[in-house]
């Protein structure tokens, strides 16, 4: 590589073509390049000038919103600090479902296996301590058929875990053993199993016509849930606020009054007013295994008929006569005929309960509310109708939303109906017809396994070796027979 020499103006850096050379601008240059430490001083300077200009400007607006906002001053009040609701975990919902499962496992195994009636008192006890006082009736499969009922006819409702779990397994537990979640699990019936101290015996007609009245609010309330009116189980729940130790007087007042009635009649509540339990009713007659009076031991002393508080034990029956059977057959054919009318009679009788049926649902409450606010037929509103006027809805939406609802309940009550007729024809079919028992039997749909015949039958006396003999009781008791559970 060879030298070549370089021209003053390459050497400056300027323009081979310039003609002028930028040597004459070194001093300004040089005078630059000395300021150049001062320059990045004065950035550093200035970004510090800006934070703290920054930082004032924040103070400022927080004491302008404080001066905005003044925190009142007085010498007895305590300020109130936000809190964040408390929404639980998982562990609660588990521990209620764990303790479902073993209750209604405890219950079968003491109804079934041991047959221990103080066993029984015992779990019943302790179910209606957690279930009931502890948990407060919630969450409860007695309630949970409404759940169930939304879920199955509205997509857009979720229904949560722990109803369905607890609506599902006391059927597949009476599916196998019977109604044992009566027997000691549910709280409602635990309630009503402790205060019955001294029961009397309903008459038989009167006690099957009650019975109707649990399947007919069963109807009522799928209905009502389904489409989104009430949950009326929920709402007219009688110990709920016997639980809570709260609630309004009319709900108080119906309460001490079931559980007045429970004194001298066996689980009221459960036998004609339960909707679970009717359900629960019907599932008993398929169970595989159930409470049962053996026969093979059974001495016919007729103390496990005299002491159960439900009218669930059923004598052996006698002979009929040609004439009875005739009857019976008779009777039988005329409730089969009659069935299709009673349906068809209660379905057209429903549909004219449309105008009743609908005042249930919100939306033609508050309509009809509005209606009367606008005709000045009353001078008192009511919350909903005062939250109506302040969401901008109109009255028109509204009245065409309520006539909506109302003919919706044309069918809904119509449904009901049916339900009622179907029920009460399938009850005259059902007492149309007879039954041959040779010995004393417990019913498979009214039995709510709760061991009372357990504890007054001698044979079982004998097995739990309370006695030696069964006729330290029956004197005149048959001898020779198995006393074997």
Request: contains cysteine.
């Amino acid at each position: 590589m060879t030298n070549q020499p370089t021209t003053e103006n390459q050497r400056c850096g300027g323009d081979t073509a310039s003609t002028r050379c930028d040597c004459d601008e070194r001093p300004r240059l040089v005078a630059l390049s000395s300021r150049v430490p001062v320059k990045a001083g004065r950035d550093w300077y200035n970004v510090m000038r800006f934070g703290l200009a920054l930082s004032l400007l924040v103070a400022i607006v927080g004491s302008l919103r404080a001066e905005l906002i003044p925190t009142p001053k007085f010498t007895d009040h305590a300020i109130p600090t936000s809190s964040v609701p408390n929404v639980g975990s998982e562990v609660p919902l588990l521990l209620d479902i764990a303790v479902l499962l073993l209750a209604l496992s405890l219950a079968s195994y003491f109804t079934l296996v041991s047959r221990s009636r103080r066993n029984l008192v015992i779990l019943t006890i302790a179910s209606l301590l957690w279930f009931g006082f502890y948990r407060e009736g919630c969450v409860c499969p007695v309630g949970s058929t409404q759940n169930v009922a939304l879920a199955i006819f509205d997509s857009s409702y979720v229904i949560p875990l722990a109803s369905v779990v607890f609506f599902v397994l006391p059927l597949v537990f009476t599916l196998f053993f019977g109604r044992t979640f009566c027997a000691a699990v549910c709280p409602l019936g635990a309630v009503q199993e402790l205060v019955a101290v001294r029961t009397v015996t309903v008459p038989r007609w009167l006690d099957h016509s009650l019975g109707l009245v649990a399947y007919i609010y069963l109807g009522a309330a799928v209905i009502f849930a389904a489409s989104g009116t009430a949950f009326i189980i929920c709402r007219f729940d009688p110990f709920v606020a016997f639980f809570r130790m709260a609630g309004n007087t009319n709900m108080l007042i119906f309460s001490s009054c079931i559980l007045l009635i429970a004194f001298v009649v066996g689980r009221p509540y459960c036998r004609y007013l339960c909707p679970y339990g009717a359900i629960l009713r019907v599932l008993s007659c398929f169970s595989k295994w159930r409470l049962s009076i053996p026969p093979n031991s059974c001495i016919n002393c007729q103390l496990c008929e005299d002491v159960c508080p439900y009218g669930a034990i059923h004598p052996p029956t006698v002979l009929p006569s040609p004439k009875s059977r005739e009857q019976g057959k008779r009777q039988l054919a005329w409730s089969l005929l009659a069935a299709p009318v009673i349906v068809a009679v209660f379905t057209w009788l429903a549909t004219s309960l449309a105008a009743p049926l609908s005042q249930w649902h919100p939306e033609v409450r508050l309509a009809e509310q509005v209606r009367l606010e606008e005709l000045k037929l009353t001078e008192v509103t009511t919350d909903a109708s005062d939250a109506f006027r302040t969401s901008g809805r109109s009255t028109e939406d509204l009245y065409q939303a309520g006539i909506q609802w109302r003919g919706r309940f044309q069918w809904l009550g119509g449904w009901l109906g049916a339900w009622t007729g179907l029920v009460i024809a399938i009850k005259l079919v059902y007492l149309s017809m007879r039954r041959r028992r040779d010995d004393y039997q417990a019913d498979r749909a009214g039995c709510v396994s709760c061991g009372r015949c357990y504890w007054y039958c001698p044979v079982e006396k004998v097995r739990l070796g309370l006695i030696k003999d069964v006729s330290e009781i029956v004197p005149n008791a048959e001898i020779g027979k198995s006393f074997e559970a």
